[in-house]
Each structure stands twice: as C-alpha cells, then as structure tokens.
C-alpha cells in the first residue's frame, strides 16, 4: 500500500498537475489529496466523459492532465476517448479503478461484468495501460513508461487502480460558496422568422476580437464555422458530441483572460447537460457560451430535440453562470456577445435559429490533429 503522495510528488515532477474526474471509493486516496494540494488544480466532473474533454481542453491549453474514474464509468468515457483524444491526438493519463477485479474482494453486483472486462476494453479502444503498483519503488519507473508511451503515440494511457493500493490520509475541502443570481437578458424579438445558423456565425465571427479561441461543437457548426472562415484560433470538434462546453472550461481556466467562446448546439448541449453545473461552479469570467437552437439533430436529418420545452437560460443561471441572454435574431446575438465580452463571466447564450445549412457546406481540410497542434500554438502564444 502507498499514499496517494507517493504517486502525485514523482506524477508533479513529470508535469501532471490537472486533475479532473468523477470520484469511486477506490480513488479516494488520491481525489482527496490533489483536492487539498495548493499546488495542484482540480475539476470535479458532472461525469466521466466530461472529464475526459475538460483534461482535453487543459491539455490544448499546456497543461498536463490526469484523469480518474471508477472502472464503470470507463463506458461513459468511451466516446471521448475514441473519438476526441484519439484523432486530435490528445494524450491524458488515466487512473481508472477496478471495481470487481475477478481475483479481488467480492463487489456488488453492478461491477461483475466490468471488473472482468476493465484491461480488456482498454485494449479494445487503444488505450495503453498497466496496473497502478503497490509499491514506491515502482511508481517512477510506471510513470516513466506512461508518460514515454503517451509521448510517442499522442493517445492517452491508463494505470488500473485495485482495492487497497492507496491509503486515505483524510480530506481537507471546503464547499462551493453560494453566489447571488445571475443577470439575465431577454433579447427576444418574438419574429416568426429565424436567422440560419451561418447568419448568426457570421456576426459571431465579426464581433469577437483576434485574441478569442473559438471551438465549434461537432457536425454541421463547425463544418460551417471552417466554411466561412479558417482560422488557427478555431477547433472544430469532431465526435464526442456534448464535449465542447467542457472542453471550452478545461481551456477556460488555463487561458488566462483570454476570451473563449464554445459554439454548442442544442442537441449536444442536452447530451451533457451536467457541464453547465461544472461551469457554473469553476465560474470561468472568461468564457462565453454559445448555444445555437434549431430544435433539431440538424446532422443527422433533422430530428427534433427536445429544446423547445426548455429555457437554456434560465438553466445556465440556476447552474451558477453569471450572465445569460435569451436572442432570436442575428442583431440579438451580436447585442448578447458584445454584452458577454465586455462583462465577468460566464455568460451564455441562448439563440434560438432557424434549421437547415449552408448549401455548398464543405468539410475542414485540416486533420484533427493538426486542428489541435496549431490551436495549442495560438492558446500558447499569449
């Protein structure tokens, strides 16, 4: 058995110093000591797949991340890894428990089949992975091999946790503080008809300064976005549909005052809905986030979401954040973000549009990787 310093002093040396993830009682250890580091920042995650995208987002920002889960929560996290960190190529070591470990304490039965299959799905998404030792004398040489493996493929790897590797040295956190209530407003025109989704990016676009990085939410947003113009500062998301708002904080609050502004969709903003709890609560001034509402699953034929019933707004003000503006007009998203960028944060945005795209609506030419190389660049350059 070891303390959780045993692994976080010798993982600091090597750069890791963003932590994020859903707690397991296995990880106790370990959550509780980088919660009560000064010198190591921690996200407590609505769930483990936006975990995954704020240790992205902190990565593309210079950071080097951790990420830990229980081993259930690995199928939560499939989708990001597969389809985030791995064409972005986004390294992130991964400190996954093994709940149900067939050779282990007898668990509940909700961990049987995970327990048995936990290594085998790691090598069935790619992932590289050890169990995390037990000893001290092993942890440098593990962290050596992780950190070479994730240096040499661009993916992440993962150190399997058991019951009983870590000591709990206590827990020394203190709560979120309340804060007064948000501002809202109402920009509403009430029109019948709805600007398209290219009219509102255009204005977007004319309205933010050089210095924001803009990353646009999978499918037809960033297709759109990359349409109109190509700019190093821009991301555009490909899979993990719901990851943006999270990756948008992990940059947040990385950035510095950066202005970073997450061009989301309605459906995706619905998929991982607990991120604006994780934004409201982190509070990022910076960020501004964008929801562009046609009401339907515009990608994929236009099915309808279920946006009409809800008030993005009011629910980005009951999260925490500290501005939201409802819009239905090109003019009122204009209003809304010059409004957004001149005041603390973080704002969002409601823009109810109009479906359908762009007819010619091309495709990035620029591999993903190369996407989040240059974006890093312009997130370094200052």
Request: proline share 7%.
């Amino acid at each position: 058995m070891i303390a959780a310093d045993d692994f976080l002093v010798p993982a600091r040396a090597r750069g890791f110093d963003f932590y994020t993830g859903v707690p397991c009682s296995y990880l106790t250890p370990l959550i509780n000591r980088v919660i009560g580091d000064p010198g190591l920042a921690y996200v407590g995650a609505a769930s483990e797949g936006e975990a995954v995208a704020i240790a992205a987002g902190a990565w593309l920002a210079g950071r080097e991340t951790v990420v830990m889960c229980q081993n259930s929560g690995l199928g939560n996290a499939v989708n990001p890894l597969t389809s985030l960190n791995y064409p972005f190529r986004i390294p992130t070591l991964l400190v996954t428990t093994w709940r149900g470990q067939p050779d282990g304490p007898k668990d509940e039965p909700q961990h049987v089949l995970m327990g048995r299959i936990t290594e085998r799905l790691l090598d069935t998404i790619e992932v590289g992975h050890a169990r995390l030792p037990a000893a001290v004398e092993a942890i440098e040489p593990a962290l050596d091999t992780a950190q070479a493996y994730m240096r040499e493929h661009e993916v992440p790897y993962a150190f399997v946790m058991a019951h009983g590797t870590m000591r709990d040295d206590g827990l020394e956190q203190s709560p979120f503080a309340p804060r007064p209530p948000g501002e809202r407003q109402d920009l509403s025109e009430g029109g019948v008809r709805r600007p398209s989704r290219v009219a509102v990016l255009e204005r977007v676009l004319a309205v933010l300064p050089d210095s924001a990085a803009v990353i646009a939410t999978t499918g037809k947003t960033g297709r759109e976005l990359f349409t109109l113009a190509d700019r190093p500062q821009h991301l555009y998301k490909v899979g993990s549909m719901g990851g943006a708002s999270g990756m948008g904080l992990g940059v947040a609050l990385n950035a510095g005052r950066r202005p970073v502004v997450v061009l989301d969709g309605d459906g995706a903003a619905l998929m991982k809905l607990g991120a604006l709890a994780t934004i409201g609560a982190y509070a990022p001034e910076n960020l501004v986030h964008v929801v562009l509402d046609n009401g339907v699953h515009d990608s994929t034929g236009g099915q309808a979401t279920a946006s009409p019933v809800v008030d993005f707004a009011a629910v980005a003000l009951a999260c925490g954040y500290r501005r939201a503006a409802s819009c239905d007009s090109a003019s009122g998203v204009d209003a809304a973000l010059r409004a957004a960028l001149a005041s603390p944060g973080p704002t969002l945005i409601h823009a109810r549009i109009a479906p359908g795209s762009m007819e010619k609506l091309g495709r990035p030419t620029v591999a993903p990787h190369e996407v989040a190389r240059r974006f890093k660049a312009f997130l370094a350059g200052g």
